[in-house]
Each structure stands twice: as C-alpha cells, then as structure tokens.
C-alpha cells in the first residue's frame, strides 16, 4: 500500500463538518465556522495518547508525523515528515520556498534547541528597493499587467528561502530514521494529489488574480482556465520531483543544482534580485531561546529576529501583576487589562524588534519583571491608554497564512515549529518546473518609511531591509515545563501578528482559568496590537453587556473572524498527552 493511500485510510476522508449554533460566548465548539468543519465533532479536534502526538493543521500531515513514530521515530522524525507534507497540502501558508523557526526540548539532556532558518535578504537587496524617489511603491510590471504591491507580490519580494535546509540539517543530526523515509509521505501526497478543502478554495480564489498571472502557478490552481474547487484533485507533479531530490541529495539539489536554477531563473524573469550565492551561502543559526517563569511556570519561546517569544513573555509579566484566577475570562475587567497589556507590547514591538545579529535588541530589559511591573503600573482600570500618545497610526491588513506543529514523543521530546511563506501562497509565485511557490517575505521588512506591512504592522528603522538581513517575525513556537523539567505544554499558531496573542490566551487560559486544553485552545480570543487602535474580538466573543462596557472605557471594537489556529499538546500529572487542534482551521491531531 502507498503512503499516500495508508494516510487516507489513517485520517478517514477528511474535512467536511457542519455547524451547530448556539450562542456561546465561551468557545467555539459550538458555533459555525463554516463548510470546512461541516459534520465534524469536538473530538475531531482531541486526541490523547501515551505513546506520542502530532498536531498540525491538516489530517494527512498529522498522520504523516504519527507514522513516523509508530516506526520508532522519534519527535523530530514526526516534525520534519508533518514539515513536508504540510508544504504539499497548505500551499497557502508554507512550503519548500518558505522558513520557519523550530523550538525542540531534548527531555534526556533537560535542553531546548532554537533553530532559524527564516528567510533572509538577497545579497542585492536594500533599504529603497520597494520605493521611488518621491517614497511611494516603484511600478513594476509583469506580462504588460502592473504588480501594484511588490512587497507583497511578484519577484522582487522573495527572500531567500530556508525551510529545505534548516529540515534536512536538524534531521540530520537528531533524527532516527532515514530522511528518504522521513520524505515519503510528501512525495506521495504531491503526486497523487489531494481533495481541495474550502479553505484551500477560498484563499485560491481570493488570490486568483496574481496566481493566475504568473505561469508556474496558473499550471497548478487552475483547471481549464479557474481556479480549482473544493473537492477538485490538486496534483503537485513538479514538486514530487522536487521532494524526490531533497530524499535523494539532502539540501544539495535545492540550493546548489538544478532546483536552484530553475528558482533563479524564475526570479530573474520578474526583476527579482535573489541569485544562485545567495541560495548557495544560506545558513541555518541556532540561537539561544528566551525564557522566564509565570507563577512557577518555566516559559520557554522563540528569541529575535521573531518578536513573538520576547513580548509573550513581556506580557506574561505584566499579566503577573494581578491574581487573574478572581476575573471571569470573558469579563470587561479582564479583557480591558488584557488589551492594555497587548498594546504596551506591540508599542514595544514597532519601536524595539529587528534582527539580533543587525541591530541592538534590549530583550534582557523587554523581558524583566521589574520593566513589566512599571509598565502594568501605568494601566488605568477605568479607561484607556489612547495609542497615538505612543506613535503613528497604520492601515489595518491580516492573513490567516502560516502553519504551525506540534510534537511529543513518546520519550518526552517535543518540537514546536512555526513554517510560513508569508502572505497568502506568499509571493503568488511558482518556479517554473518545480512546483515550489516562493515566499514574499521581503514585506516583513520595514518596505516602506512610516507604512506597514500586509499584516498592518508598523515597526521602526531597526527592521529596515540590509543585505543577508533575516526580517522580523511574530511567529511564537512555545513550551512551557514543569518544575521538574518536563514539558507541560507546547502550542503555536499562524496568523501574522495574531500568532503572539493568540498563544498567550492559550497560555492564561490553562495556568490562569484552568481550562482542559480543549476549552483553552477553543475559547474565544480579542486582539490588541497598538497601531491601529482598535480592539478586535472574534464573532460572538462578548456579549452586549461587556461590548458596553469596553466602550464606555474609551475601547473602538472591531469584531473579526478569527484570531490564530493553534495546534497544541499538554501532558497531565499522569503522564497522558493530549492534542487539540483548533476549529478555527482544517487540522487534527494524531497519534502512533
């Protein structure tokens, strides 16, 4: 039997469930999120096991990961195999022409990893290279159609991809099984396809503009001129190949061979300025993780160039100021404290984040009890803290791209990886001849003085594009251990700059509420992140009396769909692991 078929059978035929609705301020298990979870259940989305845990955002890239460990793989086995398929069947969110960020815990050794291999900056790109001389976004043009954007679409904003490497280095030095292996589960996803799921439809649809403009990604989203369906088969031929030469070559291929070139040569028709150096010089980084204790908690997360672990952390501090345990998760109370504790945050983020290795990042200070104790000082219980005494205001912009895993196994080793190729389907570009869409991570930049990016994030002259720059991030792969060091909790979610908040809720929602995991991961969540100034909660989320009384404080509420998809693990006092997998996506979790 193929892999692709022993995964179909281990998921079932996936990702169609409806929608109960009652009105429940509380979680989302009970409401409408549309066609994509039409007739699933709570228990679609909890699994528990002693033996292991994969949770990502879809059924085949969770069973791929499970697989591995059934075949006495260990957690980074699981990860990297999850890692590819996830390539293959979320286009939207990463793939091979991404990066990502990977926190692993070695339970043996009672130590955490971080590695980076985040998408950098080509070698030719610079601080103007979005802007004309009157600072406004250059024309650039592409089959005689204008790419009114090019931070976000085209050519030009592709940094260097790093997720290939950065997998196949980790795999090998701490993986157990063979990395032809470890890769089978993708090859035969990409190549004998997978049924679009209406999420997959939508985003298609939705970007269908710019996918259709460029070649490589009309071959493959499009059938006879549209864009492809829910239910219809997408079959990634190119990209089997190109899996099947990672299997074979390890990294090689992709940034010195012929993958390589055909990526070259597809940037070159578009202006863009990566080249074969800068694929052939790319360098994973380890990094030392940020860490510190909530309420006797150790917390452990992603250090800069991602801002996401440095303010989880700083508002974590912050949230220590008050017994949290005494307010309603849903009170006007609370939520008042907690977007005030959100904006001073992300004030910090615009003025502060930036790449460590390019700049100076006070992360010592942004991280210390005593710097979060001043600033909760300066939360007022009865109203506001306006955000334009902090800085200027933005346009607003936010993609549900990005996906994240998470892992245990079944010898206590966890992994939380973050992987994205930025904006949705990223760059909308697909390199000729290798199925592999390339990533606009060039917009996570500073790509324009005093604008934002596509997130609707503001942040200062220390993200400024420089050559061989690594651009800022939000993603938050997180852990948190017990005292005797073992790991309590792993969690992670996309969604832009809602990745850092929505992991924090899930974070107070189970030390602070005492919510199961379920109920933690499924609660409804709100979304401060200072510019622009507006207090975002998801549908449903308050009710009257609480949307009155957040007004009456001076809060501007917006209400939006969602806020992240996290996939999460927890291990009890028994030893039991427990995945959840959000409603708020198409994933699920699964065991060996």
Same mark, same amino acid.
């Given at each position: 039997m193929s892999w692709f078929r022993f995964l179909i059978q281990l998921c079932g035929l996936l990702l169609v469930t409806t929608c109960t609705t009652t009105t429940d301020s509380q979680s989302l298990l009970s409401r409408s999120f549309g066609p994509a979870q039409q007739g699933?259940?709570? #228990?679609d989305y909890h699994a528990e096991s002693d033996r292991g845990m994969v949770v990502a955002a879809h059924p085949l890239a969770s069973a791929a990961g499970a697989a591995m460990l059934s075949r006495g793989g260990n957690a980074i086995d699981a990860a990297v195999a999850t890692s590819f398929v996830i390539s293959v069947v979320r286009p939207q969110s990463t793939g091979l022409g991404g990066g990502g960020f990977m926190l692993y815990h070695d339970q043996a050794r009672k130590r955490q990893r971080i590695f980076d291999f985040r998408e950098r900056a080509p070698m030719k790109a610079n601080a103007t290279m979005f802007i004309n001389d009157r600072g406004d976004y250059k024309n650039v043009f592409f089959n005689g159609q204008q790419v009114k954007d090019p931070a976000i679409v085209g050519h030009l904003s592709v940094a260097v991809p790093g997720l290939v490497k950065g997998l196949v280095e980790i795999h090998r030095e701490l993986g157990k099984l063979k990395l032809n292996e470890v890769i089978a589960p993708a090859i035969d996803a990409a190549s004998k396809g997978f049924p679009v799921y209406p999420s997959l439809a939508k985003e298609i649809k939705e970007r269908e503009q710019w996918l259709q403009l460029y070649p490589g990604s009309r071959q493959i989203f499009f059938k006879d001129g549209k864009p492809l369906e829910a239910g219809q088969k997408l079959v990634q031929s190119d990209l089997a190949e190109?899996? %099947?030469?990672?299997?074979? /070559? +390890?990294?090689r291929d992709f940034y010195e061979g012929e993958t390589s070139k055909k990526i070259v040569s597809e940037i070159k028709k578009g202006g863009g300025v990566l080249d074969t150096t800068d694929l052939r010089s790319y360098r994973m980084i380890e990094r030392v993780p940020v860490s510190s204790y909530y309420r006797g908690h150790r917390v452990v997360s992603m250090p800069p160039p991602s801002s996401g672990g440095v303010h989880i952390i700083e508002m974590l501090n912050m949230l220590e100021q008050k017994d949290l345990s005494k307010l309603h998760p849903r009170g006007a109370t609370y939520l008042h404290y907690l977007a005030e504790v959100m904006r001073r945050a992300f004030a910090d983020r615009a003025k502060e984040m930036g790449d460590p290795d390019f700049v100076d990042i006070p992360t010592h200070r942004l991280t210390s009890k005593a710097y979060a104790k001043n600033l909760a000082a300066s939360i007022d219980p009865q109203k506001v803290t306006p955000s334009s005494t902090m800085g200027l205001s933005a346009p607003t912009g936010e993609s549900p791209s990005t996906s994240h895993i998470s892992v245990m196994d079944q010898w206590g080793n966890a992994v939380a990886t973050t992987q994205t190729v930025n904006y949705s389907f990223g760059s909308c570009v697909v390199a000729v001849g290798t199925g592999v869409v390339l990533n606009d991570e060039m917009d996570d930049f500073t790509t324009k003085p005093g604008g934002s990016n596509a997130f609707g994030l503001v942040t200062g002259p220390k993200n400024d594009i420089?050559? +061989? %720059? /690594?651009?800022? &991030? #939000?993603? #938050?792969?997180?852990?948190?251990?017990? %005292? %005797?060091?073992?790991?309590?909790?792993?969690?992670? &979610?996309?969604? +832009?700059?809602?990745?850092?908040?929505?992991?924090l809720q899930t974070i107070t929602n189970v030390i602070d509420f005492k919510m199961s995991l379920l109920d933690a991961v499924h609660a409804t969540r709100i979304h401060h992140q200072w510019m622009p100034d507006t207090l975002r909660y998801e549908n449903n989320a308050l009710d009257d009396d609480t949307k009155k009384r957040l007004t009456a404080i001076g809060h501007a509420l917006t209400p939006i769909e969602t806020v992240g998809d996290v996939q999460a693990i927890s291990r009890d006092s028994s030893g039991m692991i427990h995945g959840v997998s959000d409603i708020r996506s198409d994933g699920k979790p699964a065991t060996p």
């Amino acid at each position: 039997m193929s892999w692709f078929r022993f995964l179909i059978q281990l998921c079932g035929l996936l990702l169609v469930t409806t929608c109960t609705t009652t009105t429940d301020s509380q979680s989302l298990l009970s409401r409408s999120f549309g066609p994509a979870q039409q007739g699933r259940r709570a #228990s679609d989305y909890h699994a528990e096991s002693d033996r292991g845990m994969v949770v990502a955002a879809h059924p085949l890239a969770s069973a791929a990961g499970a697989a591995m460990l059934s075949r006495g793989g260990n957690a980074i086995d699981a990860a990297v195999a999850t890692s590819f398929v996830i390539s293959v069947v979320r286009p939207q969110s990463t793939g091979l022409g991404g990066g990502g960020f990977m926190l692993y815990h070695d339970q043996a050794r009672k130590r955490q990893r971080i590695f980076d291999f985040r998408e950098r900056a080509p070698m030719k790109a610079n601080a103007t290279m979005f802007i004309n001389d009157r600072g406004d976004y250059k024309n650039v043009f592409f089959n005689g159609q204008q790419v009114k954007d090019p931070a976000i679409v085209g050519h030009l904003s592709v940094a260097v991809p790093g997720l290939v490497k950065g997998l196949v280095e980790i795999h090998r030095e701490l993986g157990k099984l063979k990395l032809n292996e470890v890769i089978a589960p993708a090859i035969d996803a990409a190549s004998k396809g997978f049924p679009v799921y209406p999420s997959l439809a939508k985003e298609i649809k939705e970007r269908e503009q710019w996918l259709q403009l460029y070649p490589g990604s009309r071959q493959i989203f499009f059938k006879d001129g549209k864009p492809l369906e829910a239910g219809q088969k997408l079959v990634q031929s190119d990209l089997a190949e190109t899996l %099947k030469l990672i299997a074979a /070559t +390890g990294y090689r291929d992709f940034y010195e061979g012929e993958t390589s070139k055909k990526i070259v040569s597809e940037i070159k028709k578009g202006g863009g300025v990566l080249d074969t150096t800068d694929l052939r010089s790319y360098r994973m980084i380890e990094r030392v993780p940020v860490s510190s204790y909530y309420r006797g908690h150790r917390v452990v997360s992603m250090p800069p160039p991602s801002s996401g672990g440095v303010h989880i952390i700083e508002m974590l501090n912050m949230l220590e100021q008050k017994d949290l345990s005494k307010l309603h998760p849903r009170g006007a109370t609370y939520l008042h404290y907690l977007a005030e504790v959100m904006r001073r945050a992300f004030a910090d983020r615009a003025k502060e984040m930036g790449d460590p290795d390019f700049v100076d990042i006070p992360t010592h200070r942004l991280t210390s009890k005593a710097y979060a104790k001043n600033l909760a000082a300066s939360i007022d219980p009865q109203k506001v803290t306006p955000s334009s005494t902090m800085g200027l205001s933005a346009p607003t912009g936010e993609s549900p791209s990005t996906s994240h895993i998470s892992v245990m196994d079944q010898w206590g080793n966890a992994v939380a990886t973050t992987q994205t190729v930025n904006y949705s389907f990223g760059s909308c570009v697909v390199a000729v001849g290798t199925g592999v869409v390339l990533n606009d991570e060039m917009d996570d930049f500073t790509t324009k003085p005093g604008g934002s990016n596509a997130f609707g994030l503001v942040t200062g002259p220390k993200n400024d594009i420089a050559p +061989g %720059k /690594t651009p800022l &991030s #939000s993603m #938050s792969p997180t852990m948190i251990l017990d %005292k %005797k060091g073992q790991v309590e909790l792993v969690a992670g &979610s996309p969604g +832009g700059p809602r990745i850092i908040n929505a992991v924090l809720q899930t974070i107070t929602n189970v030390i602070d509420f005492k919510m199961s995991l379920l109920d933690a991961v499924h609660a409804t969540r709100i979304h401060h992140q200072w510019m622009p100034d507006t207090l975002r909660y998801e549908n449903n989320a308050l009710d009257d009396d609480t949307k009155k009384r957040l007004t009456a404080i001076g809060h501007a509420l917006t209400p939006i769909e969602t806020v992240g998809d996290v996939q999460a693990i927890s291990r009890d006092s028994s030893g039991m692991i427990h995945g959840v997998s959000d409603i708020r996506s198409d994933g699920k979790p699964a065991t060996p």
